[in-house]
């Protein structure tokens, strides 16, 4: 059976520490601090927005207590926040969950997509691809047509400046969908090695409806602009 880590006291320090990061206040689901924190914790984003909301409300006499505790003095929450980290197998996932079988679900989709071993990819930049970047090429796809994917798009050119790889990937990722979508009837065969990471996204949001997929790939780019 999946292990799910659960929630412990010792994260309200960890969350007030992102909930105290300039400027002050709720974070983006999606935000870069809030992923990584999600990510190092195994507690799903959404979890831990509703725990933000609870220090937003200063919900419980606990949380009140830690608030008067750290919010002003940032330096004495480092530090308790960095004793936590320094914890025996604390934020060393594979130390701590060797040999436990862990749930994971929004955590593969920041992380790089895997290819099949022994696969020859044309440059390194492939490696910097996520799931994630993959929906938002995706999202991306569905707003142009096939004549319009290519890098003198303003869209490609700005999904490309967002995703901080080049807008001729961007251009291959959306041709590699056209290769995806039964409406285009593409029958050609393609050798790429974004076929089967892209034919996996497009299995998960191709098909539904597209704008929840534009609502989830909007937020899903908070997590590549500045990070909170």
Not at 16 to 40: F, I, N, T, W
Not at 185 to 200: S, V, Y
């Amino acid at each position: 059976m999946a292990r799910i880590t659960t929630w412990k006291d010792d994260y309200w320090l960890l969350l007030l520490q992102l909930y105290l990061k300039r400027p002050v206040g709720m974070k983006a689901l999606y935000s870069r601090g809030m992923v990584d924190l999600a990510m190092e914790l195994h507690i799903s984003p959404q979890a831990l927005l509703r725990r933000m909301e609870q220090i937003a409300q200063l919900q419980t006499p606990r949380l009140e207590r830690i608030w008067q505790t750290y919010s002003k003095s940032p330096q004495r929450l480092a530090r308790a926040a960095r004793l936590l980290r320094s914890m025996n197998g604390f934020g060393q996932a594979e130390d701590f969950y060797d040999g436990v079988e862990v749930q994971e679900t929004f955590e593969k989709d920041f992380r790089p997509v895997v290819f099949a071993p022994g696969t020859q990819l044309p440059d390194e930049s492939y490696r910097r691809l996520t799931p994630s970047m993959l929906i938002i090429l995706l999202d991306l796809y569905f707003q142009l047509t096939p004549s319009t994917m290519v890098v003198e798009t303003p869209e490609v050119q700005e999904t490309s400046r967002l995703l901080k790889i080049s807008a001729e990937l961007v251009v291959q990722v959306l041709e590699t969908y056209q290769h995806c979508d039964p409406y285009l009837g593409q029958r050609d065969f393609i050798l790429t090695p974004l076929l089967l990471p892209c034919q996996q996204v497009w299995q998960r949001y191709g098909n539904g409806d597209p704008q929840q997929l534009e609502a989830f790939a909007k937020e899903l780019k908070d997590y590549f602009r500045v990070a909170t």
